[in-house]
């Protein structure tokens, strides 16, 4: 018995660190999560199947040639609209409306028809707001393309940018990540900040400062923490993969208004590295705290990682927030 563990604990701490460390594969499967598909067998074309009224099912083809898959989603006011019928109408909606579109950026797993996002389109839709959702390559029914940081801010970037000039100026655009989608989101507001473009407002929800940190701070590296390799097995590799997402340091480019929620139960993402990314984006910015403003979850609600949709101020929140980043684009 005594030598069936001491191999279990060889394998466990000592081989599979080092075949981690010089597996890129492995080290983009952990991340991504992509291959973890639900809920399973959707059928993406028709969404009213899992509850989502008025909504379309359609595609893009990046700069990059990549197929991704999305919907569009009208706000509550336009469901009983029975123009609302084609490919043409729905895009017509959006070029014309005025009301807030939110473009959604999920985190790892899953796709854009997963249960608590659904939660989260709906709150949106009750709000009267419009939405674009998609999955990034390798998610959904997007094309099975190689998972890179690169890869992802790529797609995300070619979506807001023809969504910006689908809208053309029209109506405030805001931007929502959910965990690794705002590392995914500050990526590519950074970018777009380069060529002097920027959505009205940020919504980063759950938010991690960078992967190097929230790798040493997930609860199963709580279990190899304390051994020697740690950093070299599991967090540099990472690094060296350009696997970082470095919310602490894109943030510092973004010109919008930001709004961060984090739960202080959230297992997943640790409160205390949504509360540093807080405070390094508040030393950038000058301790302005329109421009950065963070709500603080109580434990209390149980909400953790996926459910702050359920929060039951997140409409005064959101709506707030929305009112206050429309007057500030038009000053």
């Not at 017509?92 to 807030?100: H, M």
């Not at 390094?280 to 149980?302: E, F, K, W």
């Amino acid at each position: 018995m005594m030598m069936i563990l001491i191999i279990i604990y060889f394998i466990t701490c000592g081989l599979l660190p080092i075949i981690f460390h010089y597996s890129y594969t492995m080290q983009k499967k952990i991340l991504f999560l992509n291959f973890v598909q639900w809920p399973l067998n959707v059928d993406f074309s028709k969404p009213e199947l899992i509850g989502m009224k008025g909504t379309r099912n359609f595609y893009l083809k990046t700069d990059q040639q990549v197929k991704i898959g999305l919907w569009q989603i009208l706000p509550q006011s336009l469901l009983n609209d029975s123009t609302i019928v084609t490919a043409d109408d729905y895009e017509a909606v959006l070029r014309n409306t005025k009301q807030p579109i939110f473009l959604y950026m999920h985190g790892n797993s899953g796709n854009r028809a997963s249960n608590r996002r659904i939660e989260l389109y709906k709150l949106f839709q009750s709000l009267d707001y419009h939405v674009v959702c998609f999955d990034y390559r390798g998610y959904g029914d997007s094309e099975e393309v190689e998972l890179s940081e690169v890869g992802v801010v790529s797609d995300s970037k070619y979506v807001l940018e023809w969504l910006l000039k689908m809208v053309n100026g029209t109506a405030p655009i805001f931007v929502w990540g959910h965990s690794l989608g705002t590392g995914i989101s500050t990526h590519v507001l950074a970018l777009l900040a380069i060529e002097k473009v920027q959505p009205t407002g940020l919504f980063l929800e759950s938010p991690f400062n960078n992967i190097a940190d929230e790798l040493s701070s997930h609860p199963l590296a709580q279990i190899f923490k304390h051994l020697p390799w740690f950093h070299w097995a599991i967090v540099k590799p990472f690094y060296d993969n350009c696997l970082r997402f470095e919310s602490d340091k894109h943030i510092e480019k973004i010109q919008c208004p930001i709004m961060i929620l984090h739960a202080e139960d959230d297992k997943t993402v640790p409160f205390a590295l949504a509360e540093k990314l807080y405070k390094t984006a508040m030393s950038y910015h000058g301790n302005n705290t329109y421009h950065i403003q963070m709500t603080r979850i109580d434990a209390l609600h149980g909400l953790g990682h996926n459910y702050i949709c359920r929060y039951k101020t997140l409409p005064n929140i959101i709506k707030f927030f929305v009112t206050e980043a429309r007057k500030n684009q038009t000053d």
